[in-house]
């Protein structure tokens, strides 16, 4: 039976997949010029901030609670990582649905902060998309 491990591990080096027993068994991120998915959303969503003050300045045009926006940042993010998981699993894992689910409730208040929506009409969205979140997990489970 030794010998059986002993081939096995033999066979296991000869794979380029092979990782020493010494190092971690977490994946090391190795980077060759080519970036992870999301990497670049906060780039451009700080471009399109500065593009849209460069836009105030420039027209006049007043956007209340500016600030605002930056909560899509993090929104934004999570739909990316929503996606990525979906694009390498091929379905919505509960990662997956816990990204989306984050990006919603964030981009519900950022919405609701950018149009001074009322926050009466705004609290049952948050209820709706809790729901929807609990349904997914009991269906895609």
Same mark, same amino acid.
């Given at each position: 039976?030794?010998?059986?491990?002993?081939? @096995?591990?033999?066979?296991?080096?000869?794979?380029?997949?092979?990782?020493?027993?010494?190092?971690?068994?977490?994946?090391?991120?190795?980077?060759?010029?080519?970036?992870?998915?999301?990497?670049?959303?906060?780039?451009?969503?700080?471009?399109?901030?500065?593009? @849209?003050?460069? *836009?105030?300045? +420039?027209?006049? *045009?007043?956007?209340?609670?500016?600030?605002?926006?930056?909560? +899509?940042?993090?929104?934004?993010?999570? /739909?990316?990582?929503?996606?990525?998981?979906?694009?390498?699993?091929?379905?919505?894992?509960?990662?997956?649905?816990?990204?989306?689910?984050?990006?919603?409730?964030?981009? +519900?208040?950022?919405?609701?902060? +950018?149009?001074?929506?009322?926050?009466?009409?705004?609290?049952? /969205? *948050?209820?709706?998309?809790?729901?929807?979140?609990?349904?997914?997990?009991?269906? *895609?489970?």
């Amino acid at each position: 039976m030794s010998d059986d491990i002993d081939s @096995l591990k033999e066979a296991e080096k000869a794979n380029n997949d092979y990782i020493p027993e010494n190092e971690s068994n977490h994946k090391r991120h190795v980077r060759h010029g080519c970036y992870n998915q999301t990497d670049w959303l906060p780039g451009v969503i700080l471009i399109t901030v500065g593009v @849209l003050f460069l *836009f105030t300045n +420039l027209t006049g *045009f007043h956007l209340n609670n500016w600030w605002a926006l930056f909560i +899509l940042i993090p929104a934004v993010k999570n /739909f990316g990582s929503a996606w990525s998981s979906y694009q390498r699993h091929g379905r919505l894992t509960h990662s997956a649905r816990g990204s989306l689910t984050g990006g919603l409730i964030l981009s +519900l208040v950022a919405s609701a902060f +950018l149009f001074s929506l009322d926050w009466g009409l705004v609290w049952p /969205f *948050f209820l709706i998309i809790g729901g929807i979140s609990a349904l997914f997990s009991g269906w *895609f489970s």
